[in-house]
Structure formats: C-alpha cells, structure tokens
C-alpha cells in the first residue's frame, strides 16, 4: 500500500500533487483567518467556479496545447471578440442567441484552423502565429465596435442568470432558512468540457497521440503517428475551446468591449503551468490546470476577504508562484536527467 | 545582361535591403494616399511633421528593439517582459521624484535608479535563461505577470502625475532644441549599442553563442555569461524606454504604460530580417524595423483607422513576413523548381 | 545453405552522395535465427546500409529480398520497411520518455474498447510481451523511470511485437554497462531462439565475439568479406576494417627515420590519475615537447573522450594535470586555451564550425576568445591573420566573407585548423581532422602534423585510419572500452602492432 502510494507520487504525478496540496493548503489558511467572514461557506467555494468558469475552458484547451510543446498567446484576444461579436450579433443585428454562439464558435474554429495550418504546415513558431492572431483577433474587435455593447437578449441572460441549486452541503442563514449552494449553467459547461477532454487525452488515440508529439516528436514520427495532423488538431479544439471559452466568460460579463479579457491567455498559461504542465512540452494534465484555476481564484477570494489588500497583489502573488513552481520543475528536470544518466 | 544580374544578387543580397524595402513600401504608400505626410514646418522653433513624429514615437520602441535584438541573437528566445518592466521602472521614477511641487530627490537619481532596477530585472531574466535553462519566454513570463504587480504597488494603483515642469524635457523638447528629446535618446542608445558592439568582441561572441553554443564553448567562450548579459542589458533598455513613456506623459499609468510594447519589439527585431532563432543579427535593421512599425501605425491613423483596428493590418504584415521567412515555403518552393527542371531535361533528353 | 534459412538478401546495393561513394556494389545476406554482426570503421558505410534497408534513404541500384515475399522490396520510409517486417532499435531509443511503457509499445495500434483505448488490455499485453524477453517492470509507469538499458529492450519488444522478421540494432550497447549488456544479451539469444535474424552494429570486438554467429564487414563503402565469427581471429577483423591483410602486414615494419628516433624531449603535459565519470578511467599519460601523440581505439573506446577531458571539454572528475611543471585546473576550455591547448573537434558540424558567420570570423574567434573581449583584434590585423591562413593553408573560399557553411568539408577543416595555429598553441588537439575529406586535404594535413612537430609543437592526432597514424605519429597511446590500455614506442610503431593492442584479448589470433 505504501509502496503503491510512494508509485504514485513519483513523477510527473508528484507535480500534480504538490498542486493540489498547494491549494488545499491555501484554502485552509483563508478559511482559518477569515472563517468569521464565511470563507468557510460552501458557497465561497462553488464562487471559485463562477468566477473563473471562462477560465477553466480556456485552461483545459491551453493545457493540450501546451502538452504538444505550443502555445496560444491569441486566446485573450478570441474571448474579447467572441464577446463582442455575441453582442453585436443580438444588440445590433436582432439575431437569437443560439445563432449567435453557433456562430462564434464557427468562427473560434476557422481561428484554430488557420493557426494549426500555420503550426502544423508551414512550421512557424507557434508564438509568432499566435501573436499575430491575438493582433488580428483584437483588432477585429474593434472594427465590430470601439464602444461597449451590453447584451439585453433575454434568452441569453436567462441562460446566464439560472441558478442551479445543489442538493449538497446546504447550510443555514441568518434567518434559519436552509440554504444550498448554487452554481450557473456556465460552470456545467466548464465541468463538461473537462471531462470531456480529460477522456479525449486519456482514452483516445488521438490524446495519447498529442502526448507522444510533445514526449519527442522525431520519435512519435518514427512510431507512425501523424504529428502534423495530430499538432493541427489541437490547434483546431483550442480555437473552439477558445471560442467556448469566451461564449462562457460572456455569462458572467453579458456584454463586449474591446479590452475585454486582455491578457486571459497568461492566466491561462500560468494556471497550466502551476498545475504541473511542463512547457516544453509532453507532460501535463487538465486536472492540474483545474487546481491551477482554483489556486488562482483562492488566492482573489482571500486578498477580496482581506480587504485592505490591493488587487495588484493578486498578480504578484501569482508570479511569486509560477515562479516557484518554473524554478522547481528546472530542478526537477535536472534531477531527473541525473538520475537517468 | 550578367553584371546587371550580379549586381542585382549583391544589392538583394544586401541584409538590409528586405527591411529597407518594406520601409520604402509604407513610405511609397503614404506618398500616393496622403502627400501632406511627408510636410515638415517649423512652430514655435520646433519642427513638426508626421515624419518627424514618426522618429519621435518610434523612439522607445527603437530603445526596446535594440535590447531584443541582442537577446534573441544570444539564446534564439524573447524577453516577453520589457513592457512590464518598462512600466516598473517608471514608477520608481516617478515614486522616487514624488508628486510635490519639487523633486524627492535629484532628477538624474531618481533616473538612474528607474535604469537600474531595469538593469536589475533583466538580470533576474538572463538569471533564469543562461544558468537555470528555462526557455526565455517561460522564464520572461514571471516578470510579465508581476511587472505591472509591482508597479501597482508601488503607486498605490494610482495615476501618478510629477508636477515638476523639467521632468517632461526627457518626452518632449529641450529648451532652443527643434527635435523632440526621444529621438536623442534613441539615437545615443543606439550609438553607445553599436560602437560597443564594434569596438569589442561582444557582437561576435553573441552570434557564435546564438549559432553554435557548442562550438562558442570549445573555442573558450563562456555562453551563460555572455547570454546573461544580453538579458541584463535588454533590462536596461526597457528601464530607458520606460523613462520616456512616463515623461511623455509626464505620469504613470501602471496598468497601461507600455502596454503591448514587447510585441512591437519582437516585431521589430523579426522586420529588421534578423532570425528569431538566434545568431546573426543586425541592430540597423531592427531600427528599420521599429520604423517601419511606427510609420505603418502613423499612416494607419493619417487615413483614419482607429488605434484600436490597428492590431489587424499588423497582424497580416506579421503572417506574411513570417511565411515568406519560413523554411517550409522555400522547400515547397524548391520542390516545385526541381520538378520543373528535371521536366525540362527530360524534354531536352526526348528531343535530343 | 538451405534458401528458406534466408530471411533476406540484398544484392549489389549502390548509393552515391554527392562527391562520395557510399555503398558500392554491397551485398548482405541475413539467416533466420542468426545474429549477425555489420562492422566497418567510420565512412565505412554501414549506417547507410542501414539507412537504405530501412527506407531513411533512396538507394540507386541493387535490390531488396525479404522472406515470404517473392518481390523486391523497396522500403520509402521506417513504416514501410516495418510493415514489410524490418524494424530498427537505435542507440539513442525512438521512444516517447513521457508515456508509459506499455503505450511505447502499442502506440498508434493500441487495443480500443467501446470507442477509447483499453489501457487494461494493453497494460496485459505489454506484460506479456516483456515476459516473453524476461523483463519485469511495471508497464504502467512512464518510462522516463527506466535506464537506458529498459529503454531500448522496450523499443525491441515493441519492434518484435510488430511482427519483425529482421530486427537492426544500432549501436545500442554504447551507453549500457556490463550487466545492462549482458542483460541485452539474453533478449537477443531468446529473439533469435524464435527465428528473428537480428543485424547487430557495434565497435565491441568482445561481444561481436560472445553472441555472433557471422560478421560482415564494410570499408569505404564496399563489402569485405562475410566471415563466421569462429573462422575469423581477432586481429584478422581488426585487419579487414582496417583495410590490410594481417598476413601481409606482418611483414611491414616503419622504417625508423635517422635522428628522429627518441631523443626524448622535456615533459610539456602530465596528467596523473585524470577521469571523466562515464566518459573515460583514469589515466596516466605524459606528452613531450615537439611529439605526435596518437591515439588509438576503436569508435567508442574513450578515444575522444580522453582528449576533451584534457581540454576540460568533459567535467574533469578526479586526477591532476601539469602543465609546464605547474599544476593546472582545467574547468572549461578556456583554461585549456590559456594553458597552451587547442582542440579540434571529432565533429566539425555540430562543434566545430559556427556555420553563418564568415570565414574570417570563424579564423580569428578563437584568438579573440583568448584575448578577451575587450581586446578586440583589429579589422586590418583580423584581414591579415585570414589571408595569411587561407594562403598556407591553401583554403579554397571565394573571399574571406564567405560564410563558412559555404565551404567543403575540407576546406571548413582548414580553417578550423587555422583558428587553432593563429593562436600559437603548444599542444594541438587534433580528433579526427581528416575525416569526410578528400585525399589530397587529407595529405596535406598530414604533412602539416609532422611539421608542426618538428617545430616543436606537441600534438595529438586521433583517426580511424591506422595507416595515417603509423604515418605521422612518433607516439601511441592505445584505448579499449573506455581504459587506456598501453602505450607504443616510436620503435615498435607498425600496424601490426596496433592493431593487436585495439583487438586485447589474444584467445581468437
């Protein structure tokens, strides 16, 4: 049993599991210093999600990217432009919702698309091609509209307003009503997609395909794998997942400006990375980058808890940690080099 | 027929003929579209122009590519982190100075000090590349993130504003001087680069180091330093660029000042025809390069496209430098002419 | 020789690359159940042979047979040649160190249930097919866990499993110890106990002799001979990848020139008990003022090696090392260069030549490393160190800004060469300048060596070539497996002699 445990902890697991300590860690301090103010509430808990739904969907794709040793920088500017282009769509041309984000997901795909293409085919460094699509995506958004839209279309605020109550960990309020934790249809998304793509990379060729191409891709090409389709694909869910993405952080903002999520795609990068994922590719999992999401939004909560504490703080801390946790992943390479020479 | 041809692979051949052309090009087209851009009068004994805001805007961006360069030459990676940085280093500035009606301290200090912790976070960054190995853009990317964290910090997350009237020289104009300050700052910055670079052997050394690691070692180089120092020095031209954004608008706006600026710099340093894997570069062609950016983003506005639609036109100037740059295209390229000529042989092999 | 014993034949297989023959009229027959050795010095042409077997490159002419096919084979790519049952282990695995062992095996075929992959069926089967070699690891571990040693037995399980009727080792003892080897062993006497003809490359003389049943041997890219290993001394297949007869040999001794003869100069260079872990034993080895050191060893024997670890190119791990009487610490090269040391590289491509900058500054870097940065060499005096150099030492380059990536393999040498002699050393390191380089360059170098000794200079010379050894060196220091085994005299130099001290072990001669 101990042995199997030890088993466990080694590798890449034990990056996993230094994250989800990490964040149990923190929570526990927040709930320790601010427990008169309800960080103990299970509802507090659920608001991580709420708040960083977007985040989550962006992370996961992010997450596969990285595992094929890419990156997406354009992934802030996506969300900015699928959110304006929701708005515009319903505010100023009158069409439905469902149109709408069939539409932006379309649209998120092409976007992938032609980034894979450029990745895959052409192999441009994935962090020019990204660039410029972040330029492109940006700017776009402008050309839409310079001034804020918000959005008024009723069946899309009902999808974002619906509070989903859970049957679990109801507790009483001031006035003795039990109370239950809720969530919104835009965390079901996230949980979805996941899931999801938790399976697509564990059960399926083509995941297990993306692994390979990150592990060594002359190798993964000398094993048969298809290493250009396999890098275009993941380009291709991204700019969905990115779409998705910004269709969910669209619930909670309901509307589009240009500056929208400016940005995003180094949260969702660094969350990956705090979740273990290595940027150099092949080494990775979506569950980290949850717990690097959640991290993040535990660390908002209870700089928001504290009070006096500026929200600059937020991003320092963050760098603090992803600074800990690239230092750490070098050494634990080099390590790891030593031990197999 | 034959020397024409020569002297036509000379010319073409001529580094900095490609980035020169895509000057020209903006130029040209600003020429047909809007004549009145290249009119320069004088007011009030300084010159204007769009010509001559172009040099002036470009000027940090100018300072940035400079430093770029360099680092992208030594460890063919990026340093995502300058335009955080930049904001940083004007905040102490502006921290240090203070907001009252006189200086903290003397301005040449407080300037020094904005440079030196520039100084201070590049070296952070070639710490992190030359002896940690982290991939520069992993390791940039901390100080991206906490950049802007600390500039918040140390303003408060304030707008701060000097009051001082001589803290505005350095972003406009000197007394009796017709050409805005940045342009001198640019130009020394880019003399005291260049006479370093040729009157030692660092430039060699970063090249060989961006080329051939290996080889650079067993000749006696000591790669991790001479990378170290191009990251420190990277450092130091974002603290310079960050003066000038803030005495530009003699304030600091932790949140905005320098924002994006890095990408232009990487832009920059790709237009310049440098190779963005590291080894031979040029620091003229950069300059070209974050010219040529400024004068597109100049012309842009002369016809009306807003800073915001901006992004898109150099976006598509970015895809189509950097197909036209990839290896893969030439190899497409070259296939095809084989096919072609190997036709034609077996033509002429049918006929003869 | 029954036919159906014939897993397969290539016949009279040619491959040109541009300037060089690499295989010339090669033919190579493999038996079921046999493993069977392909051996050849550098440029010898087995990779090629092998590259060509297995669809990495084109060949010209020739053709291809392989059992139960009754057509020719013509393999385009590594897919293709296992789908026709010819699968490659190499020196460095092929496999994807993040995922676990039992998708290195079955990745891209692996077993699917409803829809996704059955990890438990694949984790059993990878199992299996482990056990049948005798390995026990735990499948499910990502094999970055295993040394080396599991490493490639995994890729050979995985090769074996996708069907291999021939299975190619390349190389892949060169980075195990003796129990991983022996361990490698076993697997091969149990593939070959199920009929798989393996084809087994490799610079050990020893263990060519402990699991082969026949050699062949390849020089200059045409075959030499296949041998029964039983029938075939040891000295003799050092002769044959040598290119001489022993039997001719044994009448040639060098004919000792009149007073070059050991007048044994002062000591320049003394290393005591000096090693590299991994890379090379400790070794004593002392080297004279004006004297031509050889080295000698096969590929793989600690040849270069010892010369980086005197140059402080490898971590120096324990020993000490005099130079001029006083000790030195070698860290890194520069300390070597300050000392008096140059080194040119075994590799010129990847080490030696730093491609896109130009001639010149490929000649002076060296000097100017030296220097310091600071003391930058003139652009007049950088202009008169170039064309000084390219005119002795006939550099054929259009001009001096050439880039150097512009110039042939020889001249490239050259100039690397002339980096080293601007720099006035008194010990000059050279690994195997000469290869890949046309006859004439190589002469010249040649005669450069001898001279530069005679001017005093200490040199060591590393080649494969044990003709040009004998020709130039007045000293020899011999390697086998990574230990320096002895030294020859200037008296006793001949390729007899050599030869029987890289071959050791006498039993087979």
């Given at each position: 049993m101990v042995k199997k445990l030890k088993d466990k902890l080694q590798g890449n697991n034990f990056l996993l599991m230094i994250t989800i300590v990490l964040f149990i860690a923190l929570y526990i301090v927040g709930i320790a210093v601010f427990g008169e103010k309800n960080f103990g509430k299970p509802q507090v808990f659920f608001n991580l999600f709420i708040n960083n739904a977007g985040l989550i969907v962006t992370a996961v794709g992010m997450t596969m990217v990285l595992i094929t040793g890419g990156i997406d920088i354009s992934i802030g500017s996506v969300i900015g432009f699928t959110c304006m282009l929701l708005a515009w769509m319903m505010e100023k041309k009158g069409m439905s919702a469902t149109a709408s984000i069939i539409i932006v997901l379309l649209i998120g795909t092409l976007f992938g698309l032609v980034q894979g293409i450029l990745v895959a085919y052409f192999k441009i460094q994935p962090f020019i091609v990204t660039l410029a699509g972040m330029f492109f995506a940006r700017g776009l958004t402008a050309m839409v509209s310079t001034e804020m839209i918000?959005?008024?279309?009723?069946?899309?605020?009902?999808?974002?307003?619906?509070?989903?109550?859970?049957?679990?960990?109801?507790?009483?309020?001031?006035?003795?009503?039990?109370?239950?934790?809720?969530?919104?249809?835009?965390?079901?998304?996230?949980?979805?997609?996941?899931?999801?793509?938790?399976?697509?990379?564990?059960?399926?060729?083509?995941?297990?395909?993306?692994?390979?191409?990150?592990?060594?891709?002359?190798?993964?090409?000398?094993?048969?794998?298809?290493?250009?389709?396999?890098?275009?694909?993941?380009?291709?869910?991204?700019?969905?997942?990115?779409?998705?993405?910004?269709?969910?952080?669209?619930?909670?903002?309901?509307?589009?400006?240009?500056?929208?999520?400016?940005?995003?795609e180094m949260d969702a990068i660094a969350s990956a990375v705090i979740g273990g994922t290595l940027l150099t590719g092949g080494v990775g999992n979506v569950i980290g980058s949850l717990f690097g999401v959640l991290i993040k939004g535990t660390i908002e909560s209870i700089i928001t808890f504290q009070g006096t504490l500026s929200s600059w703080w937020t991003k320092i801390a963050i760098a603090a940690l992803l600074c800990f946790f690239i230092i750490f992943q070098s050494i634990f390479a080099k390590l790891k080099a030593k031990k197999a020479a | 027929?034959?020397?024409?041809?020569?002297?036509?692979?000379?010319?073409?051949?001529?580094?900095?003929?490609?980035?020169?052309?895509?000057?020209?090009?903006?130029?040209?087209?600003?020429?047909?579209?809007?004549?009145?851009?290249?009119?320069?009068?004088?007011?009030?004994?300084?010159?204007?122009?769009?010509?001559?805001?172009?040099?002036?805007?470009?000027?940090?961006?100018?300072?940035?590519?400079?430093?770029?360069?360099?680092v992208v030459a030594s460890s063919g990676g990026t340093d995502i982190s300058v335009g955080a940085v930049s904001a940083f280093a004007g905040a102490i500035c502006v921290y240090a100075l203070g907001t009252g009606e006189t200086y903290r301290m003397p301005y040449l200090a407080g300037m020094l000090l904005a440079v030196l912790i520039g100084t201070l976070c590049g070296a952070w960054n070639g710490f992190l590349v030359a002896k940690m190995k982290i991939q520069p853009?992993?390791?940039?990317?901390?100080?991206?993130?906490?950049?802007?964290?600390?500039?918040?910090?140390?303003?408060?997350?304030?707008?701060?504003?000097?009051?001082?009237?001589?803290?505005?020289?350095?972003?406009?104009?000197?007394?009796?001087?017709?050409?805005?300050?940045?342009?001198?700052?640019?130009?020394?910055?880019?003399?005291?680069?260049?006479?370093?670079?040729?009157?030692?052997?660092?430039?060699?050394?970063?090249?060989?180091?961006?080329?051939?690691?290996?080889?650079?070692?067993?000749?006696?180089?000591?790669?991790?330093?001479?990378?170290?120092?191009?990251?420190?020095?990277?450092?130091?031209?974002?603290?310079?660029?960050?003066?000038?954004?803030?005495?530009?608008?003699?304030?600091?706006?932790?949140?905005?000042?320098?924002?994006?600026?890095?990408?232009?710099?990487?832009?920059?340093?790709?237009?310049?025809?440098?190779?963005?894997?590291?080894?031979k570069f040029s620091v003229a062609g950069s300059v070209i390069g974050a010219i040529t950016i400024q004068a597109l983003t100049t012309s842009l506005y002369a016809m009306k496209v807003t800073a915001d639609q901006l992004p898109v036109y150099k976006a598509i100037v970015v895809v189509i430098i950097v197909v036209l740059q990839s290896p893969e295209l030439k190899r497409m390229f070259n296939t095809v002419k084989a096919k072609r000529a190997s036709s034609k042989q077996e033509g002429w092999w049918h006929n003869g | 020789m029954k036919s159906e014993e014939i897993v397969l034949t290539m016949r009279d297989i040619s491959k040109n690359f541009p300037g060089v023959k690499a295989l010339s009229h090669v033919d190579f027959t493999l038996r079921k159940g046999e493993i069977h050795a392909l051996m050849g010095e550098n440029g010898a042409?087995?990779?090629?042979?092998?590259?060509?077997?297995?669809?990495?490159?084109?060949?010209?002419?020739?053709?291809?047979?392989?059992?139960?096919?009754?057509?020719?084979?013509?393999?385009?790519?590594?897919?293709?040649?296992?789908v026709n049952g010819i699968s490659t282990v190499y020196q460095e695995v092929n496999l994807c160190p993040n995922l676990t062992v039992a998708e290195n095996i079955f990745i891209g075929r692996a077993p699917r249930k409803l829809g996704g992959i059955d990890w438990r069926t694949m984790n059993a089967r990878a199992k299996k097919v482990l056990q049948d070699l005798n390995i026990e690891v735990d499948v499910t571990k990502a094999l970055e866990n295993y040394s080396v040693a599991i490493q490639q037995m995994v890729a050979i399980a995985r090769a074996v499993d996708i069907s291999a009727k021939v299975l190619i080792l390349d190389e892949p003892t060169a980075s195990l110890d003796e129990s991983e080897v022996e361990k490698l062993f076993d697997v091969m006497l149990a593939l070959k106990k199920k009929g798989i003809g393996i084809i087994f490359v490799t610079h050990f003389l020893e263990q060519?002799?402990?699991?082969?049943?026949?050699?062949?041997?390849l020089r200059n890219g045409t075959l030499v001979g296949e041998y029964e290993v039983e029938k075939l001394p040891r000295v003799q297949l050092v002769a044959k990848m040598m290119g001489k007869d022993f039997d001719d040999l044994a009448s040639i001794k060098k004919p000792v020139e009149e007073g070059k003869q050991s007048k044994k100069q002062e000591v320049l260079l003394k290393a005591e008990k000096l090693a590299s872990l991994g890379k090379i034993k400790p070794f004593d080895l002392a080297i004279h003022k004006g004297e031509v050191i050889g080295l000698s060893g096969l590929l793989g024997s600690g040849r270069s090696e010892l010369a980086r670890t005197l140059y402080g190119a490898e971590r120096v791990d324990e020993g000490t090392l005099t130079v001029g009487g006083k000790k030195q610490s070698v860290k890194a090269p520069i300390d070597a260069m300050k000392a008096g040391m140059a080194f040119c590289p075994e590799n010129r491509k990847d080490e030696g030549i730093i491609a896109d900058l130009s001639v010149r500054e490929n000649l002076i870097i060296a000097l100017q490393a030296k220097r310091g940065m600071f003391k930058l060499i003139s652009k007049e005096d950088q202009e008169k160190f170039t064309e000084e150099y390219i005119k002795i030492l006939q550099i054929k380059t259009a001009d001096m800004e050439t880039p150097i990536k512009q110039l042939s393999g020889g001249n490239q040498q050259k100039?690397?060469?002339?980096?080293?002699?601007?720099?006035?050393?008194?010990?000059?390191?050279?690994?195997?300048?000469?290869?890949?380089?046309?006859?004439?360059?190589?002469?010249?170098?040649?005669?450069?060596?001898?001279?530069?000794?005679?001017?005093?200079?200490?040199?060591?010379?590393?080649?494969?070539?044990?003709?040009?050894?004998?020709?130039?060196?007045?000293?020899?220091?011999?390697?086998?497996?990574?230990?320096?085994?002895g030294e020859i005299e200037e008296a006793d130099i001949s390729q007899e002699n050599i030869m029987k001290a890289i071959a050791g072990g006498d039993e087979h001669a």
């Amino acid at each position: 049993m101990v042995k199997k445990l030890k088993d466990k902890l080694q590798g890449n697991n034990f990056l996993l599991m230094i994250t989800i300590v990490l964040f149990i860690a923190l929570y526990i301090v927040g709930i320790a210093v601010f427990g008169e103010k309800n960080f103990g509430k299970p509802q507090v808990f659920f608001n991580l999600f709420i708040n960083n739904a977007g985040l989550i969907v962006t992370a996961v794709g992010m997450t596969m990217v990285l595992i094929t040793g890419g990156i997406d920088i354009s992934i802030g500017s996506v969300i900015g432009f699928t959110c304006m282009l929701l708005a515009w769509m319903m505010e100023k041309k009158g069409m439905s919702a469902t149109a709408s984000i069939i539409i932006v997901l379309l649209i998120g795909t092409l976007f992938g698309l032609v980034q894979g293409i450029l990745v895959a085919y052409f192999k441009i460094q994935p962090f020019i091609v990204t660039l410029a699509g972040m330029f492109f995506a940006r700017g776009l958004t402008a050309m839409v509209s310079t001034e804020m839209i918000s959005i008024t279309n009723e069946s899309f605020l009902k999808m974002a307003n619906a509070k989903i109550y859970l049957p679990i960990l109801g507790t009483m309020n001031k006035k003795g009503h039990l109370v239950y934790p809720y969530i919104y249809p835009s965390v079901i998304i996230a949980i979805v997609v996941l899931v999801i793509i938790f399976i697509v990379l564990k059960f399926t060729a083509f995941g297990r395909a993306v692994y390979a191409v990150g592990g060594n891709e002359q190798s993964a090409l000398l094993m048969g794998l298809n290493v250009k389709r396999t890098k275009l694909k993941v380009y291709v869910l991204n700019g969905f997942l990115a779409a998705l993405g910004g269709f969910v952080f669209c619930l909670n903002s309901c509307g589009g400006f240009v500056e929208q999520a400016r940005g995003f795609e180094m949260d969702a990068i660094a969350s990956a990375v705090i979740g273990g994922t290595l940027l150099t590719g092949g080494v990775g999992n979506v569950i980290g980058s949850l717990f690097g999401v959640l991290i993040k939004g535990t660390i908002e909560s209870i700089i928001t808890f504290q009070g006096t504490l500026s929200s600059w703080w937020t991003k320092i801390a963050i760098a603090a940690l992803l600074c800990f946790f690239i230092i750490f992943q070098s050494i634990f390479a080099k390590l790891k080099a030593k031990k197999a020479a | 027929m034959h020397n024409m041809k020569e002297t036509m692979k000379k010319v073409t051949g001529y580094h900095l003929f490609w980035p020169l052309v895509c000057l020209g090009v903006v130029l040209l087209f600003n020429l047909i579209k809007t004549p009145s851009f290249f009119q320069i009068s004088i007011n009030n004994g300084v010159l204007y122009g769009y010509l001559i805001d172009v040099l002036n805007r470009s000027s940090e961006l100018i300072i940035l590519a400079v430093g770029m360069t360099l680092v992208v030459a030594s460890s063919g990676g990026t340093d995502i982190s300058v335009g955080a940085v930049s904001a940083f280093a004007g905040a102490i500035c502006v921290y240090a100075l203070g907001t009252g009606e006189t200086y903290r301290m003397p301005y040449l200090a407080g300037m020094l000090l904005a440079v030196l912790i520039g100084t201070l976070c590049g070296a952070w960054n070639g710490f992190l590349v030359a002896k940690m190995k982290i991939q520069p853009m992993v390791a940039t990317l901390i100080l991206f993130t906490a950049g802007r964290g600390m500039a918040q910090l140390v303003t408060g997350g304030n707008i701060l504003y000097v009051k001082v009237d001589s803290f505005k020289r350095l972003g406009s104009f000197l007394p009796h001087v017709p050409l805005p300050t940045p342009i001198f700052v640019a130009i020394l910055v880019v003399v005291i680069t260049t006479f370093v670079l040729r009157k030692t052997a660092l430039g060699l050394y970063i090249q060989t180091v961006g080329i051939n690691a290996k080889a650079g070692k067993l000749v006696g180089l000591n790669a991790t330093l001479i990378q170290f120092l191009t990251y420190a020095f990277c450092g130091l031209c974002a603290g310079i660029a960050g003066l000038i954004i803030t005495s530009r608008i003699y304030s600091i706006d932790a949140n905005n000042a320098g924002l994006n600026i890095e990408l232009d710099a990487i832009l920059a340093v790709a237009l310049g025809g440098n190779s963005l894997s590291g080894g031979k570069f040029s620091v003229a062609g950069s300059v070209i390069g974050a010219i040529t950016i400024q004068a597109l983003t100049t012309s842009l506005y002369a016809m009306k496209v807003t800073a915001d639609q901006l992004p898109v036109y150099k976006a598509i100037v970015v895809v189509i430098i950097v197909v036209l740059q990839s290896p893969e295209l030439k190899r497409m390229f070259n296939t095809v002419k084989a096919k072609r000529a190997s036709s034609k042989q077996e033509g002429w092999w049918h006929n003869g | 020789m029954k036919s159906e014993e014939i897993v397969l034949t290539m016949r009279d297989i040619s491959k040109n690359f541009p300037g060089v023959k690499a295989l010339s009229h090669v033919d190579f027959t493999l038996r079921k159940g046999e493993i069977h050795a392909l051996m050849g010095e550098n440029g010898a042409g087995k990779s090629t042979l092998i590259k060509v077997l297995t669809g990495v490159e084109e060949f010209e002419t020739g053709d291809i047979h392989i059992a139960g096919n009754d057509k020719c084979i013509v393999n385009r790519s590594p897919q293709e040649a296992q789908v026709n049952g010819i699968s490659t282990v190499y020196q460095e695995v092929n496999l994807c160190p993040n995922l676990t062992v039992a998708e290195n095996i079955f990745i891209g075929r692996a077993p699917r249930k409803l829809g996704g992959i059955d990890w438990r069926t694949m984790n059993a089967r990878a199992k299996k097919v482990l056990q049948d070699l005798n390995i026990e690891v735990d499948v499910t571990k990502a094999l970055e866990n295993y040394s080396v040693a599991i490493q490639q037995m995994v890729a050979i399980a995985r090769a074996v499993d996708i069907s291999a009727k021939v299975l190619i080792l390349d190389e892949p003892t060169a980075s195990l110890d003796e129990s991983e080897v022996e361990k490698l062993f076993d697997v091969m006497l149990a593939l070959k106990k199920k009929g798989i003809g393996i084809i087994f490359v490799t610079h050990f003389l020893e263990q060519v002799y402990k699991v082969c049943d026949r050699i062949t041997v390849l020089r200059n890219g045409t075959l030499v001979g296949e041998y029964e290993v039983e029938k075939l001394p040891r000295v003799q297949l050092v002769a044959k990848m040598m290119g001489k007869d022993f039997d001719d040999l044994a009448s040639i001794k060098k004919p000792v020139e009149e007073g070059k003869q050991s007048k044994k100069q002062e000591v320049l260079l003394k290393a005591e008990k000096l090693a590299s872990l991994g890379k090379i034993k400790p070794f004593d080895l002392a080297i004279h003022k004006g004297e031509v050191i050889g080295l000698s060893g096969l590929l793989g024997s600690g040849r270069s090696e010892l010369a980086r670890t005197l140059y402080g190119a490898e971590r120096v791990d324990e020993g000490t090392l005099t130079v001029g009487g006083k000790k030195q610490s070698v860290k890194a090269p520069i300390d070597a260069m300050k000392a008096g040391m140059a080194f040119c590289p075994e590799n010129r491509k990847d080490e030696g030549i730093i491609a896109d900058l130009s001639v010149r500054e490929n000649l002076i870097i060296a000097l100017q490393a030296k220097r310091g940065m600071f003391k930058l060499i003139s652009k007049e005096d950088q202009e008169k160190f170039t064309e000084e150099y390219i005119k002795i030492l006939q550099i054929k380059t259009a001009d001096m800004e050439t880039p150097i990536k512009q110039l042939s393999g020889g001249n490239q040498q050259k100039v690397i060469l002339g980096r080293w002699l601007l720099t006035h050393p008194e010990f000059l390191i050279l690994d195997e300048p000469t290869r890949g380089i046309d006859v004439g360059t190589k002469t010249e170098i040649q005669k450069l060596v001898v001279k530069l000794a005679g001017e005093g200079m200490s040199v060591m010379f590393i080649s494969s070539e044990i003709e040009e050894m004998v020709r130039t060196c007045s000293r020899m220091a011999i390697l086998r497996d990574g230990v320096k085994v002895g030294e020859i005299e200037e008296a006793d130099i001949s390729q007899e002699n050599i030869m029987k001290a890289i071959a050791g072990g006498d039993e087979h001669a």
